[in-house]
């Protein structure tokens, strides 16, 4: 019996002419738009500061929330990223 299932082959070949042989998700494509378009009439600069604002109202909340923490005090970055 051949498999199908993770067989990507019928699937490039298609899409190298631009074909997609399956249903898209449309749905995506208009969030995608939508969230676009938010940040476009938010402006990014004005994006940036209400997360930085957000990140250091919830790290003032966890710290009132408990005087001790097991991980050690480091200065934060606006975004995650692991080291």
């Known amino acids: 019996m ?9 699937m490039l070949k298609n899409n190298a002419s ?3 042989p399956y249903t ?4 995506l494509l208009y ?4 969230a676009l378009a938010m940040l476009r ?3 990014l600069p004005n994006v940036f500061a209400r997360h930085a604002r957000h990140g ?9 929330w408990t005087s001790r ?3 050690p005090s480091r200065p934060s970055t606006p975004t995650s990223s692991p080291r």
């Open 69 to 71: 923490s097991s991980a």
């Open 56 to 64: 250091e109202a919830t790290r003032r909340a966890v710290r009132a």
């Open 24 to 27: 898209p998700a449309t749905n």
């Open 2 to 10: 051949p498999r199908s299932y993770w067989d990507w082959e019928d």
């Open 41 to 43: 009439e938010e402006g």
């Open 31 to 34: 969030g995608l738009r939508e």
């Open 18 to 20: 631009g074909f997609f």
